[in-house]
């Protein structure tokens, strides 16, 4: 396909080091641009520990006090599909799989996230984002950076203050304010969207998507359901991102995987 092959003429390889996030906006396609929405992804970090085994050096401060135990953490903001791609025939699970990774020699996807190149952001804005990423003490935000921003043209120093401001946003906001209220409980998952809904002023939370996993060990005979929340994704149009979370910046995006009764963890 013409525009793949002439897209790895720009998108160098990673083994080189030389994806550095300095890509000029110039020198990425225009259409690149045109798509549809973004996917706000934010982790509840309790939750995140129970459940990943890779996790590690992330997880050193559980203490309910930590602020990073009482808040949506960050995890991602991820475009979907380029319409260039939908006309060229990818399908969603390939593009979820390979994201920018696909203009890659070969498609070749990295060898785990710290793999990656380091990000060298300044330090008022490294501070800021290892302080809401807990994650990136694991590489996180080198993953994020090449597999879901590069290929875009955005800069590190770009994207992470628009996507920590969403964060900061939906911290601010009654719906977080009802997780922390409910840390340590069992609550209901209709409850959970309805908490969305009034906090942001929609008629339902089909925004709204809630992850739930399965414990590294099992805490309660429910949770071998995979009842504990560890995610929330909600679905935000790429054009109203400063609007967020205005009712007009939502758009309806999937399912969740949640059972009934989710156990939010303290």
Known sequence: MPFFRWARIWVLSLSGLVLTGSIAAAAV????????HYTFAVMWHPGVCATWSNAGPACKDLSPAAKINQEWTMHGLWA???RSLLAAGMNGPTWWHYGCYWYNPEHALPKGSCANPPLNL???????LYAHMPMAQICLDRHEYYKHVVCFGETPEQFFPK?????DKLNASAFTAFIRDHRGQW??????????ADSFQVKNADALELRCENPSHHIHELERQGNILTQAWITIHKDKVDAFPAPESLEKGRKGNCAEKIHILN
């Open 163 to 167: 996507e920590l401001d969403l964060l």
């Open 122 to 128: 300044p330090e008022a804005l490294h501070q800021r």
């Open 187 to 196: 609550v209901a998952r209709n409850a959970i969207m309805k908490a969305f």
């Open 29 to 36: 396609p225009q259409d690149m641009q045109d798509f549809n």
């Open 80 to 82: 979907s599909r380029p």
